[in-house]
């Protein structure tokens, strides 16, 4: 059986590193980018079986960047489910990944960092499971 393979898409390299460990502990194969650009690049290269994108994947300290939207918009129009995962969730970034606007919502779900590494791998096997 073939494992599933995930895309990480983080500018933090420590947390893609630490993710990519769990991730692979966890027997997924694992993909890595760290800007819109590798993220775009990894999904059509890698064809995931689950986008993990980090909203601010530009940068961390602007709060206006929603830059990872742009890669969770490719992983819909490929249909490969996408989880947004954020160290700075809100309301409106949740609102924006998960409303629909006359087209299907561009993340399947919206996890925040501080939520710890088991409630992210919980989010990724109901997506897998469906």
């Known amino acids: 059986m073939r494992k599933p393979t995930i895309l990480i898409a983080d500018n933090s390299a420590d947390y893609r590193k630490s993710l990519l460990m769990r991730l692979k ?5 694992v993909a890595e980018a760290e800007s819109v650009e590798q993220a775009i690049t990894a999904l059509a290269d890698t064809k995931p079986d689950v986008a993990l994108i980090d909203l601010r994947l530009t940068d961390d300290d602007d709060p206006n960047d929603m830059s990872g939207l742009e890669v969770a918009k490719t992983a819909r129009d490929m249909d490969i489910p996408c989880i947004i995962i954020t160290a700075f969730p809100s309301v ?3 609102r924006l990944a998960l409303r629909s606007r006359g087209a299907e ?6 996890v925040a960092k501080s939520s710890g590494p088991e409630a992210l791998l919980d989010t990724i096997r109901a997506v ?3």
Do not use: I, K
């Open 128 to 130: 897998l499971s469906t």
């Open 25 to 29: 502990l966890e027997g997924y194969t």
């Open 92 to 94: 409106d970034a949740t």
């Open 105 to 110: 919502p561009l993340a399947v779900d919206f």
